[in-house]
């Protein structure tokens, strides 16, 4: 049995001072508010373990050098395929390690790595033909964290048109392919193999249909509505929008995650409610590539449950992902408040979308997750614990714990060293 003394923490029943968790086999097994000071003492507040709904790991190599000049996503994406080019199983894995560290150290406890990047440059298969997804799998374990590995289905370079050539790498040729080759995926207990339609502009609606018939059980994500012009396409094709296209095929449900949900129009919303579908925003990666606002509290207040991802990893902050939401509304509303504390944490915490509905909560039963922030930096000293979601950034969590493990102690990684891994990482592929 672990102990561990929390100053303060953000329980179900919300807010409470000296928290006594006592965790058996990487569980919690009682919860004690008001308790005395012993055992592992955690200064600070601390909260759930975080979840990153959306993650392309290698796209953290583009930080910092594709933020300037003009264009749009369109234009972003061909530096995203250059990169792409340019990434091999193992260095994949060294990238990889760094940013799951990187994630870590910002209290992230489970990322939902959405995975195309398959085959060689060319779309040969490895003699492993997972060995980028089993890359992604490893790095997340030397990182300490658990990953849902969203291995993607991606066959078509637009409506009814072929693969371009950089976009080979990230195609089996067919469902049947696809099917085949993520059965030969066995996932360790960190992990959990999860499916992905990349878009309806990538994937036939064929395929989507029979995809649907194939994934049940498994969390489902989808990019939809990312962009007007993906929705303009979808209309031409199809004659309707790509959400009442994935309504046709079957494929919204509980186990979909629709994510960014950008540009939805006329009744979307609704056939995302009555399908229990959830949606995950990514802010800063959407204001990044000036994809625009999606309807997050239209979502909210229809009952369509919210989740977050950091997407691009332009940054790994979950508060500020969170922050972005509320901050966003505001713009568009000009009205305050269209988010409560409370909502935003629980966007922060969402791991049933990824597959670990016992994650997420301080609670009796729940996989033992903590991240306790500091109260005594310059952007959270005198500040209510309560507040922590509005004042805090990634730079101001000492500890984070998975399944009772310590992988984060002093704001340090006790295996890794992100930094330096990442300069190496990303330096060797632009070198």
Not at 225 to 236: A, G, V, Y
Request: aromatic letters at 6%.
């Amino acid at each position: 049995m672990l102990t561990f003394w929390a100053e303060h923490a953000l329980l179900p029943s919300g807010p409470a001072d000296a928290v006594v968790i006592e965790v058996a086999e990487g569980r919690i097994a009682k919860v004690t508010p008001g308790g005395r000071r012993r055992g592992d003492v955690l200064a600070g507040v601390t909260l759930p373990g975080f979840a990153n709904a959306h993650s392309h790991a290698f796209h953290r190599a583009l930080r910092g050098r594709t933020q300037t000049g003009t264009g749009t996503f369109w234009t972003w994406r061909e530096g995203m395929y250059a990169l792409a080019a340019r990434l091999e199983p193992d260095s994949y894995y060294r990238l990889a390690r760094g940013v799951y560290a990187e994630m870590a150290l910002a209290g992230i406890t489970t990322v939902g790595e959405f995975h195309y990047l398959h085959h060689s440059p060319g779309g040969r298969p490895y003699a492993d033909p997972n060995a980028m997804g089993e890359a992604l799998i490893q790095a997340a374990a030397d990182a300490g964290i658990r990953i849902t590995l969203l291995d993607t289905l991606y066959l078509a370079g637009g409506f009814g048109l072929p693969l371009e050539p950089a976009q080979r790498r990230f195609g089996d040729g067919s469902l049947e392919a696809w099917l085949d080759r993520v059965e030969k995926l066995h996932p360790p207990s960190h992990a959990v193999i999860g499916g992905a339609v990349h878009s309806v502009r990538a994937v036939p609606d064929e395929a989507i249909a029979a995809f649907a018939c194939s994934t049940e059980g498994r969390p489902v994500h989808v990019h939809l509505s990312e962009q007007r012009s993906e929705n303009e396409s979808c209309r031409l094709e199809h004659g309707c929008s790509p959400t009442e296209l994935l309504e046709r095929c079957g494929l919204l449900g509980p186990d979909l995650t629709a994510v960014h949900a950008t540009h939805l129009a006329g009744h979307d919303i609704d056939l995302l409610r009555r399908s229990g579908t959830t949606a995950s925003f990514c802010p800063t990666t959407e204001r990044d590539l000036a994809d625009g606002l999606g309807p997050a509290h239209a979502l909210a207040e229809a009952g369509v449950r919210l989740s977050l991802g950091t997407d691009s990893n332009a940054i790994v902050d979950m508060f500020e992902e969170a922050r972005a939401v509320e901050m966003h509304e505001r713009l568009v509303s000009e009205e305050r408040g269209r988010f409560t504390a409370g909502e935003l944490l629980d966007a922060m915490t969402r791991h049933d979308s990824l597959g670990w509905p016992d994650a997420g909560r301080i609670e009796v039963g729940a996989r033992a997750d903590l991240v306790t922030v500091d109260l005594r930096t310059p952007r959270t000293a005198g500040i209510d614990p309560s507040g922590v979601v509005y004042a805090a950034t990634a730079a101001d969590i000492t500890d984070v714990i998975v399944d009772g493990r310590r992988i984060v102690a002093g704001g340090r990684h006790l295996r890794i060293d992100a930094g330096a891994e990442l300069a190496a990482a990303i330096g060797g592929l632009w070198a």
